[in-house]
Structures are given as C-alpha cells and as structure tokens.
C-alpha cells in the first residue's frame, strides 16, 4: 500500500499506539477520582499536557485537551466573539477549514459582520489586506498556519502584530492543525491568543485535539459540566487517547528536522518525477510546507483518477476530506479554473513515506492519465 493522504489523516505511531493501549487496560483510573489509580490517571494526563505544550512553545497550564481540531477551533472562536462588551466584526480568510468558515458562518446568523480575505493566485493572503480590515470594532481575526489543500503557509507573525498595534481589545486564534510538527510553532512571538490542534494528523488517534489558550485570557466554555480541564472542556478525559497525543508529540518535536528534511526529499523527487512525465500538469499553491502538493491534470476527472490509482494500491485524495463530494472552496477563491478544480490531486506526506511511494504514484499516474486522455 501506498498512503500519500496524510492531510487527511496519519496512521498511529507504534509508541503512541503501545501507550494508550497500557492506560486502556492497565491505568484505566478516572482521573478526578481521589484514589491510587485516579491518581496515577491524573498524572499520565498531565505528563501529556506537557508533552503538548512543549510542542507548542507554551505553558502546560495553557493547555486544554478537546476532542479534536473542530472543538478546539469552535471553542476558540465562539469563546473570543462571545465575550460581552466586545465588537461585531470578525476577520478570516475564505481559504480556511470548514470548522473555521462553518462557525463563523454561524455568528454571522447572530448579527456578527464577517469579512473573508481573499487569496492570491497561489494561496497567499496578503498582509496589507489585513491591515485594511481591521476596525475599530474587530474583536477576532482567525485563520489557519498552513493549508491543507495547497500547504501554502499564512504570514501569521506579520498578522498578529498588526492586530495586537490597529485593534488590541482583539483577539487572534490559529489553526495550526497541519502545520502542527511541520513548522516551528510560536504564539509569543506570534501575539497568538488562541491555537487549535489535532492529534490524529501526527500520529495519534482520532479523537483528540488540543487548544492553547495564552494565560490570562478569559473565555466561556462550550459545555458545562464536572469541571475538569479548570472547567474550559468538561467531560471525563479520553486518557488514553490523551496519553497517545502527548507520545506523538514528544517523538514528532524530537524528530522535527530530520523528518522536514526526509518530506522535501520526497516532495522533490514527486516534483521532478511530474516535470519529466506530465509537463502538461499545472500546480495549485506553492505549497511553501513540502507535506502538501496540489496538483492538476487536465482532461482527467480527479474522481476517475482516483479509483484508477486505488486499483494500484495508491491514495490520495481530491481536496479536504471534510469536503467529501464538494468541491474545493480553496482552489475555487485562488480563481482556478474550473476544469483544473475538477482534475486536481492533493498528495499529502508523512516521514513514514518512501521514495518506493512517490515512484508507485508517478507510474500509477502514468498509466492513469494516459487512459483519461485518450479517452
């Protein structure tokens, strides 16, 4: 098998998997109960809430466990244009995540005013775009680290210094998602109040994720209920699958260089391998991170060309799997053209792939659209 689809989602790494399956069936104490096994519950929690801030450049304290990227940007965003007293206006990016766009879309239904900045040509947003937004009464700018259709990477320090300097009452929240374990992650440097993860990008399980929120900043919480997470998230913790997160993100933080190196590898050799086989191929983005190639081959329906590909034990995908059967908002604001939209292949990387996967998806390629076109 071939997986080039790790935008979507990675398999679990063999330590974070061997951990979680221990606290499944040996550590499997509550954590809030006040006894031995509580205890040692409580502690492999907060031995993970370590591992996760030090990935983050944060505080453990800053640290909320949720049940996965989509919670942890809902809570961002809700508790931020929530708070009393505050303005009306948010400001995104019309390149973001459906759990982005679909919860401020929400808040536009309840008399919140929303401007969308808009893409280059590559995926790019531009700063000054930014600064042009602001106003008096903005009181959230949210937008994603790195895309996960086109691996573009927003100017996220440039943005939040604007803000914090034309509207400080403000408050900036990232998805950094995908470039969770890809790129250096700062929110001082960044003036971040908020940035939201997920573990199952990294080699963790489905179902956990993760929200820093800088010290200091006072949001409600989406639930209500025991009050574990200091009452930001609760609900029982998923222990194991917040043990298997922190494992992931101390091996993915000690490897980071060394697994960036081995991706550009890769992404060089797919880029070469495309130049020499399909010069006909147009590129979508500048995927400025190498995990992520957008990719398209006119005259080829990226849906045929998928089962073809599938046939020869190669995946990939066609855009955001939250996206299943739309298509892609993100290429359509970058003005591509439709054809392109419609013929467009994400391949997404991970350290665990190999030179032997880039070399099966250009054959399988090849054999593909070689059938597409001449039909």
């Known amino acids: 098998m071939h997986y080039l689809d790790h935008a979507a989602t990675t398999a679990v790494l063999p330590e974070a998997a061997a951990l979680a399956c221990q606290v499944m069936t040996e550590q499997f104490g509550n954590p809030s109960s006040v006894h031995k096994m509580g205890i040692e519950a409580s502690g492999i929690v907060e031995t993970a809430r370590r591992h996760v801030a030090a990935i983050l450049n ?30 009306k206006h948010i400001i995104t990016t019309a390149i973001e995540h459906a759990a982005t766009l679909n919860t401020v ?46 691996g573009t990477v927003l100017p996220v320090k440039e943005f939040g210094k604007i803000l914090k300097k034309k509207a400080p009452k403000a408050l900036f929240h990232i998805d950094a998602v995908q470039g969770l374990a ?8 960044w003036n971040a109040d908020f940035i939201s993860v997920s573990g199952h990008k990294i080699g963790a399980p ?16 989406l639930m209500y209920g025991g009050g ?5 998230r609760p609900g029982t913790e998923a222990v194991p699958n917040i043990a298997a997160f922190g494992e992931a993100c101390r091996v993915r933080l000690e490897q980071m260089d060394e697994n960036y190196a081995k991706v550009q590898v890769l992404c060089d050799r797919l880029t070469a391998g495309i130049a020499a086989r399909f010069s006909w191929a147009k590129y979508n983005g500048k995927h400025d991170i190498p995990h992520v190639v957008n990719v398209s081959f006119p005259g080829c329906k990226s849906e045929v060309l998928l089962r073809i590909l599938e ?44 030179e032997e996967d880039v070399d099966a ?15």
């Open 58 to 87: 944060a505080a453990p304290s800053e640290i909320t466990f949720t049940s996965c990227g989509t919670e942890a940007t809902n809570t961002a965003i809700f508790g931020a244009c929530r708070r009393r007293g505050q303005g």
């Open 105 to 150: 879309h929400k808040l536009e239904q309840e008399g919140f005013e929303v401007t969308y900045l808009q893409p280059d040509a590559d995926g790019h947003i531009s700063v000054s775009d930014l600064r042009e937004a602001i106003r008096p009464d903005t009181v959230l700018l949210t937008c994603m680290l790195a895309n996960n259709e086109v």
């Open 182 to 189: 890809r790129l250096p992650i700062k929110p001082k440097l």
């Open 206 to 221: 489905k179902g956990i994720g993760a929200l820093y929120i800088k010290k200091g900043t006072r949001i409600a919480p």
């Open 228 to 232: 574990q997470e200091r009452g930001m």
């Open 311 to 354: 046939m020869h034990d190669v995946y990939v995908s066609s855009g955001s799997a939250c996206s299943k059967g739309k298509a892609s908002h993100v290429l359509a604001a970058m003005k591509v053209d439709h054809a392109d939209i419609d013929s467009a292949l994400r391949i997404s990387f991970a350290p665990s792939n190999t």
């Open 361 to 375: 998806l250009l054959d399988a390629l090849e054999e593909g659209t070689a059938r597409l076109r001449r039909a």
